[in-house]
């Protein structure tokens, strides 16, 4: 009797002294034990969950393909030359991967919610804060594999094609993508925290994210739009997002037309044009020049400025809504 008590208080022992330890752990250890419990959590339901994952790949690749091969005649119109319009809309598809994962996932605090285990973990010892965080961290782990996935694409013949070129920028695509992540991931977890039905996540989150993605630059260039749409997409943070992993992803792309004339005769043929003015005005009727595609509308260092900022102030929020959760 006394060597099996003793067994069993030996089995207690460690549990007992390990619960202990971890109230006596300071609020730094503590805070980061529950972000990384949070986001293990996340990742590993994400990872077991083979149709949430394939389908957040099929997704970008219907719109890539299918897409992207019928509107290539009308993309020449907007002055893109030879270029690919696949190539033009690979980083706004990445983007799009992101923005969908990203949000998507904190869903997964209605479950929590639905199933008790928000509610356990908001009484335990682990900080709110950390809970938030976590969350954060998990949905954007998600879209980075997500969209880490979609940048093996990129080296496909017609695309980008398969070079050291394509190699570098994939990896350079890889800190933005997790910033972009990190940004909207923030935005799902701030209004999931405060929803409480599964029915009104994807209607309102359909209504946010549509406007946001087709006003990001994703399918189309962001040039000559109405003042109003051009404002709007001043004020979207994912054109900015976009915007950065375009300007990576299409460093060194000629986008230009090359529809003038002048560019395509001889020197000497071309200094006659320019000396009878009214041939030339003849010949700019006929054969006017075609507009070129911006690859990039705002410096890079804008770009991830704003996306930082915005992101940061999202977590804040996000950080803020959990804490007021009774």
Aim: glycine share 8%; no cysteine.
């Amino acid at each position: 009797m006394e060597a099996n008590t003793a067994r069993e208080e030996e089995g207690r022992g460690p549990q007992k002294e390990s619960a202990e330890e971890y109230l006596h752990r300071t609020s730094l250890e503590r805070s980061l034990t529950g972000i990384f419990i949070v986001w293990l959590r996340d990742f590993k339901r994400f990872w077991r969950d083979t149709p949430r994952r394939l389908g957040a790949f099929v997704q970008p690749l219907v719109y890539l393909f299918l897409l992207g091969t019928g509107l290539q005649a009308a993309f020449k119109v907007f002055g893109a030359g030879e270029t690919k319009y696949v190539t033009f809309m690979f980083p706004g598809i990445l983007g799009m991967t992101v923005l969908f994962t990203s949000v998507f996932s904190s869903i997964s605090i209605l479950w929590d919610r639905q199933f008790g285990f928000l509610k356990e973990i908001l009484v335990s010892p682990v900080p709110r804060t950390s809970v938030a965080v976590g969350k954060v961290f998990g949905g954007a782990t998600t879209a980075v594999l997500q969209g880490t996935v979609l940048l093996v694409l990129m080296f496909l013949p017609n695309i980008f094609g398969f070079s050291w070129n394509t190699l570098g920028k994939a990896l350079a695509l890889i800190p933005l993508m997790i910033l972009l992540a990190l940004a909207m991931t923030s935005v799902g977890v701030a209004i999931g925290a405060r929803l409480k039905s599964f029915e009104a996540f994807p209607i309102l989150m359909n209504f946010l994210l549509m406007p946001l993605f087709f006003l990001s630059g994703a399918m189309f260039p962001l040039q000559g739009l109405p003042g109003w749409m051009n404002f709007l997409t001043k004020i979207n943070p994912l054109s900015y997002g976009v915007d950065m992993l375009r300007a990576v992803a299409l460093k060194g792309v000629d986008l230009t037309a090359g529809v003038n004339v002048m560019s395509k005769l001889p020197a000497e043929a071309a200094a006659k044009l320019q000396a009878n003015p009214q041939l030339m005005e003849a010949l700019q009727k006929v054969f006017p020049k075609m507009p070129t595609v911006q690859t990039q509308a705002h410096p890079l260092w804008l770009d991830v400025l704003v996306v930082a900022g915005f992101g940061a102030v999202m977590l804040g929020v996000a950080i803020w809504q959990f804490n007021r959760q009774e």
